[in-house]
């Protein structure tokens, strides 16, 4: 695909993963839209670390996905459409899952709706490991059962057969992309690889929940890519995981960013910060077989985006206005 020549929209545009896939797609020369909720302060979120020769060729529109009209409009001739934009707190889900319906699932269909009367080259959508829910083998392939141990993933879960269904009732051109756990740089301390880099760099221990727990870790910018290979070459109407292949705990992790940091942290835990047992993903180790036949993989080392993200945190947290050590939902 000749980047150069397409005009793409991508909402959830100032968010972690949509931050770094509009810098990518600028690089590449695509002429981008970036779609961000509407505030009165008119945030654009992550796109503020974008250098400002990048942010200068964007084009900003602001709005809500809950909006029907609005994705009606702000779909209209666009080639390409990244659908990035949802609640993804898990914790949140707890206490608001209406929110999470109305964004993640009405949000969805608008896209859909818009997608079918436009009719653009590809919309990829985005999924979530989280729907797989505890692995039941592994690797995680795309033909694994989906179980909704949260509100957030059961959202999801809806948006993604949505998505199928306007494949197979209208031929609709839209595919999904499932990206396992990614980390990086601007991602907030929602996540726990900030909550873990954030605290062994300014605080006096690191404060965490269940460390049992294994995760498949891809670097945000390798994530990028594989959505922009997704849109190049798209499997219609199916789920594509973005995995590495490799599981790591969230103790061992904690252990090795702390080494890297400071040794003689300690690391404990907060009995607050565990998820309902029988919500708690306890295995997420995907496999990337099928992304592999259009020739992805991760570029970057686990070490060196480990590495990048903690020199990222050491020069922008104060910018980043992070809450270190608190447990954020």
């Avoid at 898990?90 to 009367?117: D, M, Q």
Wanted: with cysteine.
């Amino acid at each position: 695909m000749n980047w150069s020549s397409k005009s793409v929209l991508v909402s959830g545009a100032g968010g972690f993963i949509g931050s770094h896939l509009v810098e990518a797609l600028l690089d590449k020369g695509a002429e981008v839209t970036a779609f961000l909720r509407y505030t009165s302060e008119q945030s654009i979120g992550n796109l503020k670390y974008l250098p400002k020769e990048k942010f200068e060729k964007l084009s900003l529109v602001y709005g809500n996905v809950e909006d029907q009209s609005f994705v009606e409009h702000v779909t209209r001739n666009q080639d390409v459409i990244f659908h990035l934009a949802a609640l993804i707190g898990i914790p949140y889900s707890y206490h608001a899952p209406k929110s999470y319906v109305a964004t993640n699932i009405v949000g969805t269909v608008n896209f859909l709706e818009a997608v079918k009367r436009h009719n653009p080259e590809i919309c990829l959508f985005t999924s979530t490991s989280e729907v797989y829910g505890t692995a039941q083998y592994t690797p995680i392939d795309e033909k694994h059962p989906l179980v909704g141990q949260s509100p957030y993933s059961a959202t999801k879960i809806a948006a993604d057969k949505l998505v199928e269904s306007y494949y197979l009732s209208f031929e609709s051109p839209v595919a999904i992309v499932r990206p396992f756990n990614t980390f990086g740089p601007r991602q907030s301390t929602r996540a726990v690889i900030p909550t873990i880099i954030s605290q062994a760099v300014y605080s006096d221990r690191i404060v965490l929940g269940d460390m049992d727990t294994t995760r498949d870790l891809v670097y945000v910018k390798d994530t990028a890519q594989g959505f922009i290979r997704l849109a190049e070459d798209p499997f219609y109407g199916e789920p594509t995981n973005l995995a590495t292949g490799r599981e790591i705990s969230i103790g061992e992790l904690a252990r090795m960013i702390r080494d890297k940091v400071n040794p003689d942290l300690e690391i404990v835990q907060d009995k607050k910060r565990f998820r309902p047992r029988k919500s708690e993903v306890r295995q997420l180790l995907g496999s990337a077989e099928k992304v592999s036949k259009i020739d992805w993989k991760p570029s970057y080392t686990f070490e060196q985006g480990i590495d990048e993200t903690i020199e990222w945190f050491r020069n922008e947290w104060e910018r980043a206005d992070y809450k270190i050590g608190e447990y954020v939902v």
